[in-house]
């Protein structure tokens, strides 16, 4: 699992070992230049004798350092400096007039070069503090940038709130623009080489971005490796900036993170990973029989939108549960038996509910948007609902509370308070709609902009676990929150929610009683439900597209995977 812990606790954990002068400065910026060595050996790999390809010489590859003040900065130049020590040219350019004085006396020791950003007015502007190195303007800056080997964003730390400012705002501005408006043709130098674009390394954090809450305030530098010291921050896991941290890279420097009883009860985010997942499946042994596995109660699709319920009760059955039943109007559960005969098209005890997909929202009043309810399928969710709180007024399908997905127009008929074992599955559209619905002065834009604190939000009113759903997936639940990225893009496709409904409805089916009594664990089910999305889409076509029904194919394979390993 991958903890990502906040600046408060990271700070916390740093502040005895600085007491006690312990060198986190050395070991995190040897630490950075030994990673950035081997990327970029890795990029100037070489095809060997046998046609296979080696890693390359880092003597003569550049590097510039884009420095900003404090200890951030420092570790960049204290690595710069045993980069210069391999053989790579470096220059680094200072952005900020308070940079740290014992890195860049390192780096100049080693051989570094340094300039000094200056207005692109010209001039000199006053005397130097950094023993007058050479003025460059943003063009030339960014123009070294371009032509390096590899790129350390050293600007800002996690001690930084808000947007770059100033000459480093400018710097990375044009970085920018000019990196993205560069073309394949751009990249052919005139003796038909090929010069790639340079790899770019955030030391700690890429610089601006929300290191707690994962917000993009202004422009920021998108790495392709992430180098971070002592443990991952929650910014490098959460949207939208988890999209600008490019490979993850912790560097051990010695915090004693969740070691102290005394201390923070968890880290700030979670990330599943696949043996994780493993060691959590539900295995059937030789006493089980299907009712005792996990019964999952499907209601889903319309005569609208048929193909809904055919997708949930497709991912269910190969999931692996015990069974899986719907209710729903004659002509779909028809379609559904069609392609999945294993269905059982009554109702009777379940273990677990997914309701919702293929549904139509019901309207402020209670009605749908086109019919007083399509094919009775809201009263058979509002009927669901009350039995999985365990209402002793619902139907009597579980005998008690029973986990439950709620996604689509299952969203609208939620009470006014849910219990935690409910999982509200989203998108950022649909969760906009939930929340103005209580209150919140929010639309789609602000949920994708801010989308940690609009699922926190959702969780707080409704008190329900939620799941929602983008290219990472984030899951609030009680002290709990789980960001998982582990589905390729091709996944953003129709349908595809509709099949992790299927799967997430069976996980809660096979530990039923533990959610019910353990309502921190749902999030957990529900991160792990997602991450076999994710995977079941990888594995359905590497690299390519695909349709929501070739995911639902995969799950058993990966399931069968992770299980196999675990």
């Not at 081997?38 to 080696?54: E, L, N, T």
């Not at 050293?154 to 000019?178: D, Q």
């Not at 790495?223 to 993850?248: C, N, S, W």
Request: aromatic share 2%.
């Amino acid at each position: 699992m991958i903890e990502a812990w906040s600046v408060a606790d990271v700070r916390a954990a740093e502040h005895p070992l600085l007491a006690a002068g312990d060198p986190l400065m050395e070991r995190a910026s040897f630490a950075l230049a030994t990673i950035v060595a081997r990327d970029v050996a890795r990029r100037r790999s070489v095809v060997g004798p046998d046609g296979g390809r080696r890693d390359g010489r880092v003597t003569g590859a550049r590097a510039v350092l884009l420095v900003g003040p404090g200890n951030n900065g420092g570790d960049t130049l204290f690595a710069g400096a045993h980069l210069v020590r391999r053989g790579m040219g470096v220059l680094a350019v200072l952005a900020s007039e308070h940079v740290h004085g014992g890195g860049l006396a390192a780096l100049r020791r080693a051989g570094g070069r340094v300039v000094e950003l200056v207005p692109e007015s010209g001039g000199e502007g006053g005397a130097s503090r950094w023993g007058d190195p050479d003025p460059a303007t943003v063009e030339d800056a960014v123009s070294r940038a371009v032509g390096a080997d590899v790129v350390l964003d050293g600007l800002l730390g996690i001690g930084a709130s808000g947007a770059l400012r100033g000459p480093a705002a400018v710097l990375v501005r044009r970085l920018v623009e000019v990196l993205g408006a560069r073309t394949d043709r751009d990249e052919r130098g005139g003796d038909g080489s090929v010069r790639s674009r340079p790899w770019v390394v955030a030391v700690d954090v890429p610089s601006g971005i929300g290191v707690d809450d994962g917000t993009l305030p202004g422009t920021v530098l998108r790495a392709d490796r992430t180098v971070t010291f002592g443990a991952a921050k929650p910014g490098l896991l959460v949207p939208p900036a988890a999209g600008a941290a490019g490979h993850g890279a912790v560097v051990e420097i010695g915090l004693a993170l969740g070691a102290d009883p005394a201390g923070p009860p968890g880290p700030a985010v979670r990330r599943l990973e696949a043996r994780d997942v493993g060691r959590l499946w539900t295995v059937p042994g030789p006493e089980d029989q299907k009712y005792t596995r996990g019964v999952l109660g499907v209601v889903a699709g319309t005569p609208t939108f048929p193909g809904a319920a055919v997708l949930v009760t497709s991912a269910a059955v190969r999931t692996g549960p015990g069974m899986v039943r719907y209710q729903g109007p004659d002509d779909v559960a028809r379609a559904v038996l069609a392609a999945r005969p294993e269905v059982v098209p009554a109702s009777g005890r379940v273990q677990a509910w997914a309701l919702g997909s293929g549904v139509p929202a019901a309207a402020a009043g209670g009605a749908g948007h086109d019919e007083p309810d399509p094919g009775g399928q809201h009263a058979r969710i509002r009927a669901a609902l009350a039995d999985a709180a365990g209402d002793p007024g619902g139907a009597t399908s579980s005998g008690g509370p029973v986990p439950t997905v709620v996604d689509a127009g299952a969203l609208s008929l939620l009470p006014d308070r849910c219990p935690p074992w409910f999982v509200l599955t989203p998108h950022a559209g649909e969760l906009a709609t939930l929340l103005q619905g209580r209150g919140e002065a929010v639309d789609r834009p602000g949920v994708e902009a801010e989308p940690l604190r609009w699922a926190r939000r959702a969780h707080e009113l409704t008190g329900a676990t939620v799941l929602l759903k983008g290219s990472v997936t984030l899951v609030v639940g009680p002290a709990r929150v789980y960001a998982q990225a582990d589905a390729p893009a091709w996944l953003a496709t129709a349908g595809a929610g509709d099949v992790l409904t299927g799967i997430l409805g069976v996980v809660l089916a096979g530990h039923a009683a533990r959610a019910v009594a353990e309502p921190g664990s749902v999030a957990e089910l529900a991160a792990a439900a997602a991450l076999v999305h994710g995977l079941a889409a990888e594995r359905a076509n590497p690299g390519g597209p695909i349709s929501a029904l070739d995911v639902a194919a995969a799950v058993p394979g990966v399931v069968c995977e992770l299980v196999a390993a675990r």
